[in-house]
């Protein structure tokens, strides 16, 4: 069984920083794609960044160019470094890792960004 656990939200101000992770037990977290999505009060959930076995990485248009993500298969965790920050940001930001017909889901860790 796969476990994800997020952490490094927070509060910020319009124009900051935050670097989320993710942090995976039970399994090699290096066998998995990893997704990163978000949802803000009263919308959808909607999908923020992935990165594949094979390091690809992808982006929603609205945080491309300030986000990034990466992983360290060393420490088992995927990070989602997030600059320039806006309040459309604020969300609570789930970690999602798939492989195969498995899909798994954190908690959630809650990022708000004050203007």
């Known amino acids: 069984q796969v476990q994800l656990v997020e952490s490094g939200g927070g509060l910020v101000q319009a124009g900051g920083s935050l670097r989320l992770s993710c942090v995976a037990s039970?399994?090699?977290?290096?066998?998995?794609?990893v997704y990163w999505y978000r949802q803000a009060p009263g919308k959808q959930r909607e999908w923020v960044a992935s990165?594949?076995?094979?390091?690809?990485?992808n982006y929603a248009d609205s945080v491309k160019g300030r986000f990034t993500i990466s992983r360290d298969n060393a420490k088992n965790t995927v990070f989602l470094q997030m600059n320039s920050l806006k309040s459309e940001d604020t969300a609570v930001y789930y970690c999602?890792?798939?492989?195969?017909?498995?899909?798994?889901w954190g908690q959630g860790t809650q990022v708000t960004v004050s203007s």
């Open positions: 999602n890792c798939r492989r195969g017909s498995g899909s798994y």
């Open positions: 039970g399994t090699p977290f290096n066998l998995y794609a």
């Open positions: 990165i594949t076995v094979a390091d690809n990485r």
